[in-house]
Every structure is written in C-alpha cells, then in structure tokens.
C-alpha cells in the first residue's frame, strides 16, 4: 500500500483532481491518502471530498485526515505540498508597498522583490516540512507546488537531504498553447525545454519532427494570436524562443514592460489573455475566503456525479505509479543543477526534462542555453540565491542586494529608493520572519 500525505490539503480544486487521477493507475487503488491541513473547515472537506471520489470509484483506498504533520508524515512514500504562509492580509503588502514605489507587479508570487518577501516568509515552513521528513520518511519523495518554486527548491536542496523536485504546469500549458496555434494535435508535438521555473523556454518545439518555429513565427503574426500573449510574444520576437509561464507573471521578470504606465497600457493591459492582476485577485481570495468556497463545496456534493472519474494530466499522479513501479513517466522539474545546463552556476534550481522509474529521478543533461536566454536566466538565479541566503541566515542587507538586482525594481528606482521599499517590507512581515533579528537593511 503506497502512503500519499498531502500538506496543504484543503487546496479547494487540487486535492480532488489529483486524488482522483492517482486512483485511476491500478498500482495505486489501494493507496492510504493521508491529507493534512491547518484549516478545519477546509480538512473536513476535503476529507469527504476524497471519501467521495473513493465510492465513486469503489476503490479499495483508504482516506484520513490530520491537523498533526508528523502524524502525516510517517511513514509516507510520497508527500505534496501545496501550503500558503500568511493569508491575504499578508501578502497583499508584496504588492501594493512596491506600488507605492512605482514597482508594479502583476501577480508577485515567484520572483523579482514580491517573489523574494513570499519567499522569505515561506522558506522556513518548507525547510521544517523537509526535516521533518529526514526523520519521519527518509526516502519519501517530495512533490513541491507552494511558489515561489525555484527558491523554496533551492532552500530545501541547500537544508536538507530529502529527495524532492517541483512542479508547475506552464510547461505543458504553454506546449499546448503553441500547438493550437499552429493547428497540430499535441500527441504530433515533442519538444525540448529548459531554463528556469517560470522563464524555461522551448529549445526545440517539433511537428512530427520538424521544426515547427517557422509556423509559430507565422501565427503570432495574427492579431488574435498576438493579442492573446502580447508580452510572451514580444518576447519571442526579440528572443527567437518561446518562454513558458504567461504574460503576467513574464511581464514582471525583465525591465521591459512594467516601467512606465505607457508601457504597462500597451503591453500590459488590452491582451485577450490577460490576467487582471493582483489586486482583482485579492478581490477575489477575499470572497472565496469568506464563503464562496463553502457555496462550491455545497454545489459540488449536490452533483450526483460531482468529478468525473477519467484520468487527467496532472504530472503528480504519473510519477507517484512511475515511483512505485509503474510506466516510466518524463516531464519538466525543478532539481539542482548538477551540470544540467553548463552555463548556469552549480547547484542552483533549474527547470529541465526528468524521467522518472521506480528507482527515482532521473534528470536530463541539456548544455549551454543560448546566450540570450542564459542572460535573463543568470540574473534570475543570482538574484534568487541571494535570497536563499537571507531567508536562511537571516541577513536582511541581502534582502536588499536581491532586490537591487530585481530588474523591474532597478528599472523604476534608485538604490536608495529600493533601500527604503524592502525596509518597509521588512518592518511589515516582521512577524513571519522568526530567523532575522534585525529589520534594517
């Protein structure tokens, strides 16, 4: 019987897809689902959302629920963890201090001075959770959704000895996109991809095995194509590769869209593709936390057949069967760079093609990026192992050096104006930084 703990379970819609495509791989019918949240109301629903999909399906698993992590931990051969540190009224302020700076982010989740601050609040649990995995299932591997990936990646390789990778879905939702667009079936499409999370790009992108740039080049041509990813698509005319992740959060990691409120109307506002942005989505979060979410639970379990049975794509499920014996399963994760792409420095969190059996994973060697794609990388990286540090250590001077090589912030401010930003952001999130004794810059 395979162990799978989810951390963060009361994730409203992921718990029950994911459960639901694990269920299906005959290897993992009889799987105990152990699911492990902070949030009462939330466990309970998900806990009999699971039992749901368990006699849907008469399935011969087995569903708990725990407030206890350790309890959740032991013994666990697989452990997901989809967790969020601080509710809205924290993180908010990632946003709408630098706003006040005239640093304006779209969604502030992953990199650049918002990355950075979730990440500073974030590290701490994540690493905790990884310890406590050395001593309650040292050979269980962790499966990481909590953003910002690439740095709570990097912390946890750099404290721990865990075996981890993590996983986001703009790789394959970009794939899926760019075939569209061409008119290609996705079972036709394979590809190469690399980089890093959320600015990985497509070093080769083939139609039956041949090269299908030529065909994007063409469709971005049309205004609904290029209107439907105006950033990515700028990008990839100056690039000559596509990036993955969307518009909204690419226009953020670079200096060229967000500096000027011209720019952000040109580039930034009239895409039919466009995220709305943070403050909408806070918006949003307000209202699911205050309720909405219990009226789609009331609604969900209404439904004589709530979810459909039939597996979905969600990479999780395929690698939990690969780990436990199953067909061999290939995607894009994040793991240490260990000589994977030679022009980034060791060690750091890259995102490249892995494969992975039941002797674990098995990630690819992909060589030098061009140079193009390694500049805006490297800045990345650098920018994201000085954090690291900080959040380790508790150094806030490196708080501030990070975020002066934040290219969205070091496009709109001076080092002293970027000083005065991270101390406010400092003083304010104070609370969840347990490891700095000192909130001066």
């Not at 569903?63 to 993180?91: F, H, M, Y």
């Not at 006040?100 to 701490?124: E, H, M, S, W």
């Not at 050395?134 to 721990?160: F, G, I, K, V």
């Amino acid at each position: 019987m395979t162990k799978i703990t989810f951390i963060g379970a009361g994730s409203f819609g992921f718990t029950r897809g994911l459960v639901r495509d694990v269920l299906t791989f005959p290897l993992l019918r009889d799987a105990e689902i152990c699911l492990m949240d902070i949030d009462d109301e939330r466990l309970d629903f998900a806990l009999k959302s699971v039992q749901k999909i368990i006699q849907l399906g008469n399935y011969p698993a087995k569903v708990w629920a725990t407030k206890d992590r350790i309890e959740a931990l032991k013994g666990a051969d697989v452990v997901l963890v989809t967790i969020l540190v601080g509710s809205t009224d924290v993180w908010r302020h990632d946003i709408e201090i630098p706003k006040k700076y005239n640093v304006d982010f779209n969604v502030g989740d992953t990199r650049g001075t918002a990355g950075i601050f979730r990440a500073l609040r974030t590290i701490p649990v994540m690493v905790s959770i990884a310890k406590d995995m050395e001593q309650y299932c040292p050979d269980a591997l962790m499966l990481n959704y909590t953003n910002p990936m690439a740095m709570l990646c990097r912390a946890m390789n750099r404290a721990s000895n865990i075996q981890l990778t993590g996983l986001c879905h703009s790789v394959q939702g970009t794939a899926e996109m760019l075939a569209k667009w061409i008119g290609a079936p996705m079972s036709e499409i394979t590809y190469t991809c690399a980089g890093i999370n959320h600015q990985a790009f497509y070093l080769k992108y083939e139609w039956n095995g041949k090269d299908a740039y030529p065909l994007l080049r063409e469709a971005i041509e049309k205004p609904e194509i290029y209107n439907e990813e105006i950033v990515r698509n700028e990008m990839f005319k100056a690039l000559g590769y596509y990036v993955t992740e969307s518009s909204g959060h690419n226009s953020e990691y670079n200096w060229w869209f967000r500096k000027r409120q011209d720019l952000i109307e040109k580039y930034c506002t009239h895409g039919t593709g466009w995220n709305p942005g943070v403050h909408a989505y806070i918006l949003k979060e307000y209202q699911r936390r205050e309720g909405d979410w219990k009226e789609e639970a009331k609604k969900w379990f209404a439904k004589e057949t709530p979810i459909s049975l039939e597996r979905g794509h969600e990479y999780a499920a395929y690698i939990i069967n690969a780990i436990k014996g199953g067909e061999t399963f290939q995607f894009n994760g994040n793991v240490p760079n260990t000589k994977l792409i030679t022009n980034l420095p060791d060690d750091v969190c890259v995102e490249v093609p892995v494969f992975v059996d039941k002797a674990g994973l098995h990630p690819v060697h992909v060589g030098a990026l061009p140079p193009q794609l390694v500049a805006l990388n490297h800045l990345s990286v650098m920018t994201e192992e000085m954090a690291v540090e900080a959040a380790l250590t508790g150094d806030p001077t490196l708080v501030y050096q990070a975020c002066c090589y934040d290219p969205l912030a070091a496009s709109v401010l001076s080092l002293a104006e970027i000083r005065s930003m991270v101390n406010e952001l400092l003083e304010i999130n104070r609370p969840y930084l347990p490891q700095f004794k000192h909130f001066k810059a």
